[in-house]
């Protein structure tokens, strides 16, 4: 079993995507022994009426609800957004919700982000703040858009400390400054797709320890055999711990 | 056979811990990798590391020793590449002459420190035409800013194109590989490296596409990056396995002549 807590469905202004589709993503997920993945709309990176890019994504993954958790993307910059975040947990069945705080450029300290972290504790949703999409130094020149600082990153952890929180696309050198504040709140998590040095794993281990380690890839942008290999292969860990890694801490923490 | 054509004896500022090499080598060998390609432009300059400044000779040459002692240490595995800053013209081209001449270095390693279309460059340049080896240059086309001597990919098209008879390893496929791809199209010299970056569905597709698979060579920069994330480039790259084999290990040992 293998389970993915990081991946998006749909296109990216600035390249064409290989894979871009449910039908796609499955493909490339059945290559490589996924068998379940969060997912949300890539698409509302860039949409300013994010719902329209939640209802497409739903409809395209009702069908294969075995193989998806949806999330939705919420901005909370945006006017009408607790009708969006109500509808999505009410209509379209999401688990947890997705924020890309830099690209729809709200501050995580002020304003609607805070109502709708705390609707989110309430409901007993996930969420997963993505740090960054992809390395900063190959942004396209129309959006070059900074990573979530840790500064921003601490203080909602320590402002809602019931809040189950996952951080995607996040690198070890960020680990590193966050490591106390992880360690000492049961409900923060790490994604493993940004992770890279050599035998990073074991880095990240001995950082945050290992229950709060997920398994994610970052689909469609990396290649899912990058953290395959990392978690597989490429650590001094026993199998249980790399069990942990793979699916056992993402059951428990989805109540799958 | 696998090779990995970019690594380092160590990443950051500090002198070459054994333990890390040893650490690099024992996990490639977990990837079935038979050699590594080693340089190391990373100076003795605590807290600052080699972006902090640019090596002088005598830290070049303290560079270069460590990457003696690795390759004394595993004679099979490990080949060096000599690391020079070309700001000192006369003591980079002495310090190239005896690492390939003394200790028998198979490449030329230029980092940031000056960009490689500069004429300082050139003597360098034309010494490894001499010896036959093949010039490994970091290179970046970076949104965020180039460092100041940060090569681009159209650097090395520029240099490429004044030094047909050169065998050029472009670092990092020019980080924006996109943009690194199209810079050196038309320079049948110029061989991009995948190291370094993340493991971006499509780089080595395009690459292959654009230059074919007999100028793309696999490289990792270990151990700043993990052997996991730079081999899934290739090894989940949808191309044919003979274009695998010749990025992985066939084209590097053509341009160094492995038997």
Known sequence: MIIDVNIASGNWPFRKLKYRNISQLMNLMDKVSIDKCCISSLNNVF???????????????KEHSKRFISFGVINPSFPGWQEDFESSYNKLGIKGIKLYPNYHQYDLKYGGILTLLKKTTEYKLQVLIQIRIEDERCHHWLTKVPPVSTADISFV???????????????????????????????????????????????????VGISKILFGTNMPFFYPQSNLSKVQIENHLPKEDKEKILYKNAQKLLSL | ???????????????????????????????????????????????????GGFPNPEQFR?????????????????????????????EGLDEFKRCVQEYGMKGLKLEVGCRCSNPQVY?????????????????????????????????????????????????????????????????????????????????????VKELGAE???????APGRSFSTQLAKVLGADIRKEEKDL????????????E
Not at chain 2, 136 to 149: E, P, R
Not at chain 2, 215 to 221: K, L, N, P, T
Not at chain 2, 247 to 258: E, P, S, T
């Open chain 2, 215 to 221: 100028r793309v060579i696999f490289g990792s920069d």
């Open chain 1, 157 to 207: 952890i320590e402002k809602f400390p019931e809040l189950k929180i996952i951080l995607g696309g996040i690198k070890l050198g960020e680990v590193k400054k966050l490591r106390s504040i992880i360690k000492e709140n049961d409900f923060v998590f790490v994604e493993t797709s940004w992770i890279d040095s050599l035998n990073g794993i074991d880095k990240l281990v001995k950082m």
């Open chain 2, 62 to 90: 303290q560079a270069n020793e460590n990457v003696v002692n690795a390759m004394k240490k595993y004679p099979k595995i490990i080949i060096g590449y000599c690391y020079v800053n070309p700001c000192y013209p006369k």
């Open chain 2, 1 to 51: 056979m696998r090779i990995d054509a970019h690594t380092h004896s160590h990443v950051g500022s500090g002198r070459m811990k054994l333990e890390d090499l040893v650490e690099t080598v024992e996990t490639a060998k977990k990837f079935k990798i038979d050699k590594l390609c080693v340089s190391n432009p990373f100076i003795d300059n605590p807290g600052e590391g080699f972006r």
């Open chain 1, 47 to 61: 949409y300013k009426d994010i719902q329209v890019g939640n209802e497409d994504l739903y409809k395209e993954v």
């Open chain 2, 247 to 258: 990025i992985m290990g066939g084209n590097i040992a053509r341009i160094l002549k492995l």
């Open chain 2, 123 to 207: 003597p360098l340049i034309e010494k490894a035409i001499e010896f036959k080896v093949p010039i490994l240059q970091h290179c970046w086309h970076k949104a965020t800013g180039n460092y100041i001597g940060e090569s681009d990919p159209l650097d090395v098209a520029e240099l490429a194109k004044r030094y047909k008879e050169a065998t050029i390893q472009m670092a990092h496929t020019g980080g924006d590989w996109e943009y690194g791809i199209k810079a050196v199209r038309d320079c049948p010299n110029v061989f991009p490296d995948t190291s370094g970056g993340e493991p971006v569905i499509g780089m080595v597709e395009m690459a």
